[in-house]
């Protein structure tokens, strides 16, 4: 049954990063997006997300459910010692879905929308950012158990260029799914154009900042590149990854299929995730001096991880289904740009 | 304050800004499924416009209750890890449920608020029964989690390990059907009296009258038949925490002194250091009465409780005489109006009837509100009653003072945001609902 509880975390993180992400991006387009553009990339992404928005995010709650009963001293570590940064993360969340509502239910249209939008769009970069920092910071070998003056204790924890790099890189990856899975959405070709463009130059970010995390990681003596390179599932996964790559990068040029698209860039990132995770398996903190904290040894008694695997069968089971025609049945008329 | 006493407010604070919200989600989608419903049967398109112009308030609602209740799942790790770490496995079935319960409410919502003209209609209205239905079972899970807090069962406690996990007994423990039952009645009321308050009011400004006396009527309904179950309810929850926590019952009561014939209190300003009550309307025996079924057996009083181990006595009290005066209150208006729909007809246009609906807008949150700090405060000094002491389960860091600054100014915002929408909500009603400039 662990097994079954360990897929659900990993499919959990994988589809908030997907989904969530996605949906984080949005702002992120934004964000990046020039004045006289704004209100059609964010009519374009309303319609598109509105109706799963709050589906998207409970990938979120899943994941940490699942890791407050079946791994309570992962979650009791991760949360005193990255206090700071799931804080402010909080903060993002909080931010973001108000004023994603808020902009969309506010009955009179006046200048509170300004205040609505500049909020949407800044927590839109801060949210992802400190989620990279996060998830970062559990696997630096940073956290330290013993420490007790503040600053190391929860300062040093997650502060370090190697977890700021993570965080830009996970901005990247967040505006570019939401950039590829915009495309598919918008019906005139000027805009079409633009949301490949903008695909195009997120999909660089994240390159760029890909090898800056590794540059840094490198230099603050994490290995990394032994993580991603070390074993056999590692290399082919990335190296499915870059193929994937310049496939979507044909693609893209080629006004290929939406769907193959779509398919594609949702493909590479479960492959970084898989390199990444599937190499330290099953520690999912790394802690300073080697220590580290996992998913088979610091799981809870036998009973709770079962009634746990159970109740999350079951979910899915009523879940699976209901999202697949929701999912379906906003998304039937996309995709037909290539006719 | 010290870092302490800021994590218990921060708790308190976060669960009670959340709980307006939950409240909400889980009883509009009923209140919009009757309108539907009529809409669907009648085609009276004032039942459109209601069921409308509620879900759009509803979605601030959700959208804001999801928010913070999100921080909650993060805030109890942030502030209790010494807690979570040992009853996260014990407590957690009903977190794992309610994963698929939330679930289930957010697909149902995406389904219902953008489907309208998009799916068959009454596949349409179902979801909309499906998120109601969804929420409330939510709320009993979370709710049944909260008990286990007041009556821990599923594990053996043996020289500080906690040993034998059984999640399912943890989940059915002593409490939750008393707390879960009595939490969804209050729901019931406190929605239903907010939103009939809120028409009512619209309708004694004579705005929109016949929008807002349909909107009225549906939701006054369930806000009185929620008004007259609640005391039962409430009676049987205090029986039910005589046996769990005579501790809490006696700080509810203020009862200082084990006696036979105990009195009940009404009212009165609890003396802790001298341990009297004064200018309190005692009841002779009826406390006995409530909580034994005759009027002499003896009720436990702080007496029989070491003093460390004794919740704060005033704060308990009064939360609980509020909680009560505001039932009677509102059990008092659901009369009125029974009276007035069964046999006076008349009074229903009476303003009198109305303004008394307008007085009770806020009275069920002000008592929910209450009720949750006679739960929670009654507790002390045990986050895991008679296990853990909640004072051993506060996270380590320091300056949560700070973070307790922050997260007070956040809700304060929010809420402050939130009215500001939902003022502007109903004042355009007028505008876009008004049923002479829109074609049927
Ligand atoms: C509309 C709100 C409302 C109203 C009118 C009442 N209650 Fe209540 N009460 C609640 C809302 C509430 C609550 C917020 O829902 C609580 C907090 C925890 C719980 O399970 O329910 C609660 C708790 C609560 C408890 C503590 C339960 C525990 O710790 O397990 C008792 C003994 C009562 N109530 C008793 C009463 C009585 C005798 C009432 C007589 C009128 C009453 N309540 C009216
Ligand atoms: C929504 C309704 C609730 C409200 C308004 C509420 C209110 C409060 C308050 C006021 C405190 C501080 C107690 C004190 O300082 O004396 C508190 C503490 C706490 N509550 Fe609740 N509570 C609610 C429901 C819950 C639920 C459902 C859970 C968990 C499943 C929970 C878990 C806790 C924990 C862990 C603490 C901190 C420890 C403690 O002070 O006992 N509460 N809550
Ligand atoms: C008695 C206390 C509580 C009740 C009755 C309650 C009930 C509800 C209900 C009905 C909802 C869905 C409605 C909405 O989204 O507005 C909700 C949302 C939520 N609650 Fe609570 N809750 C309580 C306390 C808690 C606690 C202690 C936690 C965390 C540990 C929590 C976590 C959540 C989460 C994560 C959501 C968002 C789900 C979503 O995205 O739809 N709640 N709550």
Request: charged share 10%; glycine share 8%.
């Amino acid at each position: 049954m662990i097994y079954v509880v360990i897929v659900y975390l990993w499919t959990a993180i994988l589809l908030y990063i997907l989904l969530g992400g996605a949906d984080f991006g949005a702002g992120i387009i934004e964000l990046f997006t020039s004045e006289k553009n704004k209100q059609h990339t964010r009519t374009t992404m309303y319609r598109a997300i509105a109706p799963i928005w709050e589906a998207n995010h409970m990938w979120l709650i899943i994941a940490i459910v699942v890791l407050f009963v079946g791994f309570p001293d992962i979650y009791a570590t991760i949360s005193t010692h990255l206090h700071i940064p799931l804080v402010i993360m909080l903060f993002g969340i909080i931010a973001r879905g108000t004023a994603f509502t808020f902009r969309n239910y506010d009955a009179v249209i006046d200048n509170m929308q300004k205040v609505y939008n500049r909020i949407f769009v800044y927590s839109s970069f801060i949210t992802p950012f400190f989620l990279g920092v996060i998830a970062a910071s559990a696997v630096s070998g940073r956290i330290d158990p013993d420490a007790h003056d503040f600053l190391s204790a929860y300062i040093f924890s997650w502060l370090s260029w190697f977890s700021v790099a993570v965080g830009f890189f996970t901005v990247a990856i967040c505006g570019f799914l939401a950039a590829i899975f915009i495309i598919g959405e918008t019906e005139d070709e000027h805009n079409r154009k633009r949301f490949i463009r903008k695909a195009k130059q997120m999909n660089v970010a994240a390159v760029v900042f890909g090898a800056v995390v590794f540059v840094v990681a490198h230099s603050e003596g994490i290995p990394l590149d032994n993580w991603l390179f070390g074993n056999a599932v590692g290399i082919i996964a990335i190296t499915a990854a870059s193929l994937s790559l310049v496939l979507l990068w044909y693609l893209l040029l080629k006004k290929g299929k939406v769907i193959i698209i779509r398919v594609l860039a949702g493909f590479q990132v479960t492959m970084i995730l898989l390199a990444i995770t599937l190499r330290h398996y099953p520690n999912i903190v790394i802690m300073k001096g080697g220590r580290y904290l996992s998913l088979m040894e610091h799981a809870g008694q036998d009973k709770a991880i079962y009634s746990l695997g159970m109740a999350l069968l079951l979910g899915s089971i009523l879940i699976l289904p209901a999202l697949f025609y929701l999912l379906y049945s906003f998304n039937k008329n996309t995709g037909k740009w290539h006719e | 304050m010290n870092d302490f006493i800021a994590a218990r407010s921060q708790m308190g604070l976060s669960l009670g800004f959340h709980i307006v919200f939950s409240c909400i989600g889980m009883v509009m989608p009923f209140f919009m499924a009757v309108a539907h419903f009529y809409w669907l049967r009648t085609n009276n398109i004032v039942y459109k416009n209601i069921t409308k112009a509620w879900s759009k308030g509803v979605a601030i609602f959700f959208a804001t209750g999801a928010v913070s209740g999100t921080v909650l799942s993060f805030e109890l790790g942030l502030l209790w890890p010494e807690f979570m770490k040992h009853a996260g496995p014990i407590f957690g079935m009903p977190f794992s449920l309610e994963g698929t319960a939330f679930f289930i409410e957010a697909i149902a919502l995406g389904f219902f608020l953008y489907g309208w003209d998009r799916f068959n209609k009454w596949f349409h209205w179902l979801t909309g029964v499906v998120v109601g239905v969804s929420g409330l079972v939510s709320g009993i899970l979370v709710v049944a989690a909260n008990a286990w807090m007041n009556s821990p069962a599923g594990f053996d406690f043996v020289n500080g390990q906690y040993l034998n996990i059984d999640p399912v007994k943890a989940m059915f423990n002593d409490a939750w059907f008393s707390q879960a039952l009595h939490m969804c009645i209050a729901a019931f009321s406190a929605t239903g009296f907010a939103v009939a308050g809120i028409h009512a009011l619209m309708i004694l400004k004579k705005q929109n009258v016949y929008f807002h006396t349909q909107a009225f009527r549906i939701a006054a309904v369930f806000a009185c038949v929620a008004a007259l179950l609640q005391p039962l309810s409430g009676d049987i929850s205090a029986k039910d925490v005589s046996k769990r926590q005579p501790a809490k019952l006696a700080a509810m009561e203020a009862h200082f002194h084990t006696e036979p014939a105990a009195p009940l209190l009404i009212g009165g300003i609890p003396d802790v250091a001298a341990q009297k009550v004064n200018y309190g309307l005692q009841i002779p025996g009826l406390l006995s009465f409530m909580v034994h079924g005759d009027f002499k057996t003896p009720v436990d009083g702080l007496d029989k409780i070491p003093v460390e181990n004794q919740p704060p006595v005033s704060i308990t009290h009064y939360a609980f005489q509020i909680m009560v005066g505001l039932g009677m209150v509102m059990l008092l208006i659901a009369v009125c109006y029974f009276i007035a729909i069964l046999k006076k007809k008349s009074w229903l246009s009476r303003q009198w009837l109305l303004r008394m609906f307008v007085i009770a807008t806020p009275m069920g949150f002000i008592a929910v509100e209450a009720g949750w700090t006679v739960t929670e405060v009654g507790r002390q000094p045990w986050i895991i009653n008679g296990i853990m002491r909640t004072a051993d389960a506060v996270t380590p860091m320091p300056g949560i003072v700070y973070s307790f600054y922050i997260f007070t100014a956040m809700y304060i915002s929010l809420s402050l945001i939130v009215t500001f929408l939902l003022y502007r909500q109903i004042k355009m009603v007028g505008k876009i609902y008004d049923v002479k400039n829109q074609a049927v």
